[in-house]
Structures are given as C-alpha cells and as structure tokens.
C-alpha cells in the first residue's frame, strides 16, 4: 500500500511471501521444539475452510474491482488499529505469562476454555488473512493470548507462525489463481526476508513480553491509520 501497489495485489503477494518466510522460522522454531502442534491443528481446522469460503467470495466479486479494493483497504486498517488497542492494553495492564513452564502445566496452559473456541477464532482469522493478509501473525497472537493465556509468549509466537504457513500458503494460492499475484514483488521480498527470520526467532525469547507488545501497538496503529486515511 505504501509503494503505490494496488490493494489486491499488495494482499496476494504478501501471503505467499508469509508462507515462506514462516516456514523457515517454523522449521527453526520446531528444532527447538517450541511449537504446540495441537494448537495449530485446532486453529486450522476453523481458518482453512473459512479461507477457501472468503476465496470463492472474492472470486465472485472480482478482486481487482475498486469496492473490493475498498472493503479490503479499510477493514485492513481497522484490524490493524484493533489489534494494536489490544496488544497496548495487554503490555500495559495485562498480567505476564511465564518465560518457561513445566510439562504439566504445558498439557493445562494448551487446553483451550472450550473445544470450539479456537475453530470459531480460526475461522474468523482465516476470513480476515485471505481479505487482508493481516491476522496470520499480530492478530493471531492477541487471539492464541485470549485463549491460552498462561501460554510462554514464545511459544504463542511459534503455535502463530507454524499456523500461518498452511493458512497463508492456501491464501496466497488462491490469490495467485485469480491473478492477485505480483511475482517480481515477490522474489525481491523473499531475498531480503530469510536472514531477519532467523535472526527474529533467537530474539524473541531473550525479549521481555512488554516490550515487543508495546513496539508492535505503536507500528500496527501507524498502519492502521494511513491505510483509513487512504
């Protein structure tokens, strides 16, 4: 949005870009076995099918016409605004999860308040990553915060991550089916991206919580409101 790139060619690009870049901080993120899978099955079987539905809505409305570019404009900047409200609050006044847990309270920590929660949040993330590109990572984990919230935010950010990889890469197919794709964009992101990934994955748990939900408020509320503003 910010280089002059049309709506749905920005989203389109960005979720394949996410599907590669996260499956390299995933394949990191599970040497080191931090990754819940059971919260990724749980969260995927509600984003996935919700995705293929938003796809098939976006194929029939026609991706590229100006009010679906509207719609996806401002409700992008509207979850982004969302999202950095509730991540500002959360640092401010919310209580800290543990740095580290122990086993059994690992089994109570990844047991959501009820079976159905995380498919009906899944679904709602799937809609909005296929319509926005954004969900797979800042507003999925306020949502995996919500539910699992004696959860380490270390492993929060790896459940996140290893979700977003099958969320974004049928996204991003889907987008590219329909020719919302700008592969050029695409190559120059990729070559750029790898390092930072790794790098972010051995930051992210020597970082205290406060300070990354802080940062990450201050630069989705930036967003949110150029986007609105456009």
Same mark, same amino acid.
């Given at each position: 949005?910010?280089?002059?790139?049309?709506?749905?060619?920005a989203?389109?690009?960005?979720?394949l870009?996410?599907?590669?870049?996260?499956?390299?901080?995933? %394949?990191s993120?599970?040497?080191?076995?931090?990754?819940d899978?059971?919260? =990724?099955?749980?969260t995927?079987?509600?984003?996935?099918?919700? !995705?293929?539905?938003?796809?098939?809505?976006?194929?029939?409305?026609?991706?590229?016409?100006?009010?679906?570019?509207a719609v996806? #404009?401002?409700?992008?900047?509207?979850?982004?605004?969302?999202?950095?409200?509730?991540?500002?609050?959360?640092?401010?006044?919310?209580?800290?999860?543990?740095r580290?847990?122990?086993? /059994?309270?690992?089994? =109570?920590?990844?047991?959501?308040?009820?079976? !159905?929660?995380?498919?009906?949040?899944?679904?709602?993330?799937?809609?909005?990553?296929?319509?926005?590109?954004?969900?797979a990572?800042?507003?999925?984990?306020?949502v995996?915060?919500?539910?699992?919230?004696?959860?380490p935010?270390?492993?929060? %950010?790896?459940?996140?991550?290893?979700?977003?990889?099958?969320?974004?890469? %049928? /996204?991003?197919?889907?987008?590219a089916?329909i020719?919302? %794709?700008?592969?050029?964009?695409?190559?120059?992101?990729?070559?750029g991206?790898?390092?930072?990934?790794?790098?972010? #994955?051995?930051?992210?748990?020597?970082?205290p919580?406060?300070?990354i939900?802080?940062?990450? !408020? =201050?630069?989705?509320?930036? /967003?949110?409101?150029?986007?609105i503003?456009?």
């Open positions: 949005f910010f280089f002059g790139i049309k709506p749905h060619l989203i389109g690009t960005d979720l870009f996410a599907a590669f870049t996260k499956l390299g901080g995933t %394949v993120l599970a040497r080191t076995r931090m990754v899978w059971k919260i =990724v099955g749980q995927a079987a509600g984003s996935i099918p919700a !995705s293929l539905a938003t796809l098939y809505a976006l194929h029939l409305a026609g991706p590229a016409s100006p009010a679906t570019q996806m #404009t401002t409700t992008l900047g509207l979850a982004l605004l969302l999202t950095a409200i509730a991540m500002l609050y959360k640092a401010l006044y919310g209580k800290s999860a543990p580290a847990i122990s086993a /059994a309270d690992l089994a =109570v920590a990844t047991r959501a308040r009820h079976w !159905s929660l995380p498919l009906l949040f899944g679904a709602v993330i799937g809609s909005l990553v296929t319509l926005t590109s954004v969900g990572g800042a507003i999925g984990v306020i995996l915060m919500l539910l699992y919230p004696a959860l935010l270390p492993r929060i %950010v790896a459940a996140d991550i290893a979700h977003a990889v099958p969320l974004t890469l %049928v /996204a991003g197919l889907g987008h089916s020719g919302s %794709v700008d592969w050029m964009l695409l190559a120059k992101l990729l070559a991206s790898l390092p930072g990934i790794w790098l972010g #994955t051995r930051l992210v748990s020597s970082t919580d406060r300070w939900r802080s940062l990450l !408020s =201050v630069l989705l509320a930036y /967003a949110g409101v150029k986007l503003a456009l």
